[in-house]
């Protein structure tokens, strides 16, 4: 038995005794407002389509896609951000689909802020590996590489044929130089002043893309790693915040999340705008396949990823779980 005074007079433990004491001292909380539910949608298919590799998320329909969103409204969440996944037909070398006011991303965009209006921020994916044959992110030249200053060109087109369509929020993610000054531009030129960018700040070649592949049929050979970030690397990504908040990004993120929380900690730190936080296909993919096995309990693991997210800085997460996880937190 410890008599008074003697060690240890500091005990922790005393706001851990309850959950009502651990639920007033807890130091982050998870809120629907902070979720944004990536979505696909599919050219040319009748019935959404299940993606293999990611159980529960699917390929959907124009019609599916407007119920998702409205699902997202009453969930509470803040935004939804868009893949378009054209016809295999119709991809070319230089994503012709991404700039064509009726291609699949267009179309979707219309639908849903007419199902929404201003209830969702409507974001856009601004890139062209859904669109390519070839399955990158910008524009290749005669010896295959990938032209970054032609990229960024098609980059500005993609912006303003988006912003036509109806999205609130752009999302540059090809991890070009200059594509946030660019897209700004673009999108200041045809007066479109209030339509915002989240800036994929830092973006790494990550091995957790795995089951995104599929989700947007991409047709990619080879890897991304001339653009995309090396993981051994963090001072870099210091570098491309300082780079997109000069060329004037209005949210920054980091992808993948869970892997790089330190660099999210450390993007948070000096961001002056708001910091995002993408848990990709990958980190989704290794909790449903474990909780499927019977190895974790799914619920509790999905909210100890989203609040180490949280933790670690980021403002807003982009997740799978979006509507899931806001409907369980209300």
């Not at 054209?86 to 291609?103: H, M, Q, R, V």
């Not at 601004?126 to 992110?137: K, M, S, W």
């Not at 929020?169 to 946030?180: A, E, R, T």
């Not at 999210?264 to 993919?285: F, H, N, R, T």
């Amino acid at each position: 038995m410890t008599t008074y005074g003697s060690f240890p007079g500091s005990r922790p433990r005393r706001l851990r005794t309850s959950p009502v004491m651990r639920r007033m001292v807890a130091e982050t909380r998870l809120h629907p407002a902070d979720f944004i539910l990536p979505a696909f949608v599919r050219e040319g298919i009748s019935e959404p389509v299940p993606i293999s590799a990611m159980p529960g998320v699917v390929q959907h329909t124009r019609d599916s896609l407007k119920k998702a969103a409205a699902e997202a409204v009453a969930a509470g969440i803040s935004g939804i951000m868009l893949f378009g996944v054209p016809e295999e037909s119709k991809k070319d070398a230089l994503g012709t689909p991404g700039t064509d006011p009726d291609g699949i991303l267009q179309v979707a965009l219309r639908d849903v802020r007419a199902e929404v209006g201003d209830e969702l921020l409507v974001m856009s994916d601004l890139c062209l590996d859904e669109t390519t044959d070839h399955g990158h992110c910008g524009v290749l030249d005669e010896l295959g590489r990938v032209d970054n200053d032609a990229t960024l060109e098609r980059y500005a087109e993609m912006a303003q044929v988006q912003a036509d369509a109806g999205a609130h929020v752009v999302g540059p993610s090809g991890m070009m130089d200059g594509q946030i000054g660019v897209v700004r531009d673009a999108l200041d030129q045809i007066g479109r002043e209030d339509v915002a960018i989240l800036a994929y700040t830092v973006k790494y070649a990550s091995a957790f893309f795995g089951p995104f592949r599929e989700a947007v049929g991409s047709s990619l050979k080879g890897d991304r790693k001339t653009y995309q970030q090396d993981p051994a690397n963090a001072r870099e990504s210091m570098r491309e915040l300082a780079l997109d908040l000069e060329e004037g990004a209005d949210m920054v993120m980091v992808k993948p999340a869970g892997p790089y929380l330190d660099i999210l900690a450390k993007v948070a730190e000096v961001s002056d705008v708001p910091v995002a936080a993408y848990q990709i296909s990958g980190e989704y993919s290794m909790i449903e396949a474990a909780a499927e096995k019977g190895w974790i309990d799914r619920d509790k693991a999905i909210f100890e990823a989203l609040t180490g997210i949280k933790r670690a800085g980021a403002q807003n997460i982009l997740t799978y779980w979006a509507v899931e996880a806001a409907q369980k937190l209300r």
